[in-house]
């Protein structure tokens, strides 16, 4: 099962291929898509889903998988912000049938870690030990899409055994 994992921005937006084997899941591909500080917000989007298209088209993913929006009632321009982009990814995903989940940041990090309040270094130290890489990945927008990636394929492997429920 090959999963496209995606930890959504408008600044720096994170992504992560991983095939999933409950044994020994790899990584095929992971990196981030930038966008210039000053382009519109119209812009960004745009070429978030020519990048979403591209990364589509070359991995061919069973599985688009995207951490659920997150809002902190302290900033919620954010969140809205956020919206823009998650918007896109679930549209583009949508558009060529490709299954779609969604997880909080919580339950990411619970899989991955242990602990749903971990930070971005805990997150990229298991990523790391999970995956047997010589260095953290970085930035850490990578270990983030690639912890939802992981995430989603653990879930899956947990739907398909009932013994595992």
Known sequence: ?????I??????????????????PRIVD????????KTS??????????E???????????????????????????????GHARGVILLA????????????ANRIKKSVVGYGHAGKMQVQRAIQQVFRLKAL?????VADALAVALCCGRYAAWQREPGMR
């Open 52 to 82: 979403l298209n591209e990364l589509f088209d070359e991995h061919k993913p069973d599985i688009c998988a995207v951490e659920q929006l997150y809002a902190h009632y302290k900033h919620p321009r954010t969140a809205i912000l956020m």
């Open 30 to 37: 992971g990196g981030v898509i930038r966008f210039p500080a």
């Open 137 to 141: 990945p970085q930035p850490p927008d």
């Open 93 to 104: 995903a949508q558009r060529r049938s490709i299954r779609i989940e969604q997880f909080s």
């Open 7 to 24: 930890d959504p921005g408008l600044q720096i937006t994170g992504y992560g291929v991983v095939d999933f084997d409950v044994a020994k």
């Open 1 to 5: 099962m090959r999963i496209l994992g």
């Open 41 to 50: 917000l119209a812009h960004r989007l745009l070429e978030l889903e020519k």
